[in-house]
T-cell receptor, first 115, second 114 residues
Framework: EAGVAQSPRYKIIEKRQSVAFWCNPI?????LYWYQQILGQGPKLLIQ????????DSQLPKDRFSAERLKGVDSTLKIQPAKLEDSAVYLC?????????????FGPGTRLTVT | AQSVTQLGSHVSVSEGALVLLRCNYS??????LFWYVQYPNQGLQLLLK??????LVKGINGFEAEFKKSETSFHLTKPSAHMSDAAEYFC????????????FGAGTRLAVHP
């Protein structure tokens, strides 16, 4: 079974520029998550999708971050405009609703550096 | 509200020594508990999980953890450390009815020296 795919793996941009990240979850997984992991910290949930719909975006900075999940499969996370404090690893994860604990499977992440 | 505290941001052990990584949680409802490992420049890999079945949970790579409700703890152990165990370890909690959002601790970096 293929894992969660993310691209790009690395991205360097200047502040005030825009950037987009792409995620392809494990086939059949209805739930998709985007996490932000700042250096030295644990991952923090930005947004959670159940199929096409958003179920939790309480910690998403909506003035600059946006995310969508088209047709309940792939997802993109966008930052516009980027700030220095957005430098982090952005992790995508997916889970199946068929397991009790909704165990999450993570992609390799995208490391963003904002200069 | 749910939260996770990992005691010790850095732990160093000798190869062959016991590994003990501490995790305490706070949850007003029965939790699901997880340990993830992260190697450099990689995503998170699930080591083991507790989902209200057996309190002693065995995971991959020889790791295990014990759920102790009275102590609100879920410490991770391995009897004998190997050089390849050097990585960052994260404890996380979720709960049924909360859309299973994972709340992570700050992580513990494990160093293994010869």
């Amino acid at each position: 079974e293929a894992g969660v795919a993310q691209s790009p793996r690395y991205k360097i941009i200047e502040k005030r520029q825009s950037v987009a990240f792409w995620c392809n979850p494990i086939s059949g997984h209805a739930t998709l998550y985007w996490y932000q992991q700042i250096l030295g910290q644990g991952p923090k949930l930005l947004i959670q999708f159940q199929n096409n719909g958003v179920v939790d975006d309480s910690q998403l900075p909506k003035d600059r971050f946006s995310a969508e999940r088209l047709k309940g499969v792939d997802s993109t996370l966008k930052i516009q405009p980027a700030k220095l404090e957005d430098s982090a690893v952005y992790l995508c994860a997916s889970s199946s609703t068929r397991t009790v604990s909704y165990e999450q499977y993570f992609g390799p992440g995208t490391r963003l550096t904002v200069t | 509200a749910q939260s996770v505290t990992q005691l010790g941001s850095h732990v160093s052990v000798s190869e062959g020594a016991l590994v003990l990584l501490r995790c305490n949680y706070s949850s007003s409802v029965p939790p699901y508990l997880f340990w993830y490992v992260q190697y450099p420049n990689q995503g998170l890999q699930l080591l083991l999980k507790y989902t209200s079945a057996a309190t002693l949970v065995k995971g991959i790579n020889g790791f295990e953890a014990e759920f102790k409700k009275s102590e609100t703890s879920f410490h991770l152990t391995k009897p004998s450390a190997h050089m390849s165990d050097a990585a960052e370890y994260f404890c996380a909690v979720s709960f049924s009815g909360g859309y299973n959002k994972l709340i992570f601790g700050a992580g513990t970096r494990l160093a293994v020296h010869p």
